[in-house]
């Protein structure tokens, strides 16, 4: 698979940046897959391909039967208009910040006007002198995700535990004390890059929108985003990867040096399908920019990060999503697993994950839990409060 290109020269740079986003700012409709290949290997892009025919044929099949017109499930509010290119339509893409004042960054959730959540007061409110509350001292990262029409594994819902995580990496500072571990006081920056996670291989399962990969890409991470064998939600992770690239190449704000690096670390990006508990084999060779050609034992070369984002909430998947961490971690690597209680089955349940970790050889930190938003005003406010679990191995 290709690989994106990379112009270093500012105004080319800049050139290229100006056209797309003519074409694509105020245009949300899902992009071309053949725009979208180069974030996955061949095998990959084939099954989206195979999966993007399957629902065409299955919408026209739809549109085909006039009696029931059932084709207005999937566009209400084409249906209303009559004009395909209507405002209505453009609510795919949505936008998410990080911030240092609000634990729930800027975005993701919907504000509720009550005391419970840090993040319904006022940024401006609070910060002090007036001074606008996204002048942090690390400036801020913004990403823009997508949510999959698929409800699969319920990643068409951006969690609280993902805002939460996206939020930590984000701010160099807070990215170091969650991954505490992996800096070492005789840890030497890989690049010369102003963010921890810059040449940091990281991998991201059960992403569903994929905000922390997009927030890790923003860093300099070297990222792998994956999530189930669904061809919509793998695709709408291509996309994100796309839409948060072209972002970069766009931004002038770093200097030249930086910008260079953390454009190449992003460009080495992947997105793949891996079910928890199955062979990791993709997923590893995603990391080495799907080339077994370089080295033929391409499992030495494992993640230094791995996120779980409320992943936590159907018990009976524990086993498989540590298996799956565990083969993929690298020995010296950190695992965090952010999970708020839902409430679809006992919370004592759901807290066996730290035994479980343990059984598997893990050795387990317990991080202080953080009230956050939760997705939607019909939702208790433990659903938004997060608990994370650190993962390490021993040496």
């Known amino acids: 698979s290709s690989t994106p290109t990379i112009i270093e020269n500012n105004t080319h740079v800049c050139m290229m940046t100006v056209s797309k986003k003519n074409e694509s700012d105020d245009d949300d409709r899902p992009l071309p897959l053949s725009e979208l290949k180069k974030w996955m290997s061949d095998d990959v892009y084939l099954w989206i391909n195979e999966g993007d025919e399957k629902q065409q044929l299955f919408e026209k099949e739809l549109e085909d039967n006039a009696a029931m017109n059932a084709s207005n499930l999937f566009r209400d ?3 209303e208009s009559g004009d395909a290119g209507s405002s209505a339509e453009l609510t795919r893409l949505q936008h998410w910040s990080s911030s240092s004042t609000s634990p729930d960054g800027v975005g993701g959730f919907e504000r509720i006007k009550s005391k419970l959540y840090m993040a319904d007061e006022d940024p401006e409110q609070n910060s002090e002198d007036g001074k606008d509350s996204d002048d942090d001292a690390y400036g801020g990262v913004e990403v823009v995700f997508l949510l999959s029409d698929s409800y699969q594994g319920f990643g068409d819902v951006l969690w609280s535990s993902a805002r939460h995580v ?116 993709r997923v590893v060779k995603a990391l080495n920019n799907d080339s077994s050609n370089e080295t033929k034992d391409f499992r030495k070369r494992l993640f230094d990060v791995i996120i779980a984002a409320d992943c936590c909430y159907m018990p009976w998947w524990h086993s498989e999503l540590l298996d799956s961490i565990h083969r993929l971690l690298s020995d010296t690597g950190v695992a965090i697993i952010a999970f708020a209680l839902h409430g679809n089955t006992g919370d004592d349940d759901v807290w066996k994950i730290v035994d479980r970790a343990k059984s598997k050889g893990f050795l387990v930190d317990s991080l202080e839990s953080q009230q956050l938003t939760p997705p939607s005003g019909d939702m208790e406010s433990k659903q938004g409060l997060v608990h994370t679990i650190r993962l390490t191995k021993p040496m």
């Open 166 to 281: 996206a939020n930590k990496i984000a701010d160099p500072t807070q990215c170091k004390e969650l991954l505490s571990p992996l800096f070492s006081p005789d840890y030497i920056d890989k690049q010369s890059c102003h963010h921890p996670l810059c040449g940091i291989s990281f991998l991201e399962v059960g992403a569903g929108a994929g905000v922390p990969s997009w927030a890790a890409m923003k860093c300099g991470a070297n990222v792998v985003c994956t999530d189930l064998s669904d061809t919509n939600r793998i695709r709408c992770m291509a996309e994100c990867a796309e839409r948060n690239f072209q972002q970069m190449i766009a931004d002038s704000d770093n200097d030249y040096d930086n910008r260079i690096v953390l454009l190449k670390n992003a460009s080495k990006t992947r997105v793949c399908p891996h079910d928890w508990g199955s062979p990791v084999d």
């Open 77 to 79: 509010a084409k249906s």
